[in-house]
């Protein structure tokens, strides 16, 4: 049976994940600095994206994801591994992003759709629950332009 604390944990680790979720979906850059450390590591290659310490990442974000029209991220299976300050996390995260007209011109175009878990490991600071290391593992896309697919072949 789970303890209040352990219960507590467990929900603040969640919004914590989807707080990072709605971050990213809202363009919301700037609130980031509240789910991660400062000396977090953040590994996005599984999916085409780049490696690094978490203000590398928090400059690289913005660039990266605006030439996407619009993409959301649905995450679920949450599972956490909590003992005392630390825990490790693993989620699961269903990416559907909007890509641009081939053909350059404003507006949206297909919708590929991507599946990835992240593997996390998490710290407890004096302002609550943060991220310091976060992975992603690939686990399927549809609709990839071949673009992407070479990218994510160079990772």
């Known amino acids: 049976m789970l303890d209040l604390q352990e219960i507590s944990d467990r929900l603040e680790l969640e919004r914590l994940v989807v707080d990072y979720a709605y971050a990213i979906d809202e363009r919301a850059f700037e609130r980031l600095d509240d789910i991660f450390t400062a000396d977090a590591e953040i590994d996005y290659t599984a999916m085409g994206g780049i490696k690094g310490t978490y203000p590398q990442i928090r400059k690289w974000l913005p660039e990266a994801l605006g030439v996407f029209p619009g993409y959301m991220h649905f995450n679920g299976n949450f599972r956490f591994d909590i003992d005392g300050d630390t825990a490790r996390g693993r989620i699961a995260c269903f990416n559907p992003m ?9 507006g949206a175009g297909e919708t590929m759709l991507l599946g990835l878990w992240y593997e996390d490991r998490y710290r407890r600071t004096a302002q609550g629950w943060r991220i310091v290391s976060r992975s992603e593992t690939y686990s399927y ?4 332009p071949e673009a992407f697919k070479q990218a994510m072949q160079k990772s």
């Open 98 to 106: 909007v890509l641009p007209k081939a053909d350059g011109t404003a």
């Open 141 to 144: 896309q549809f609709n990839m």
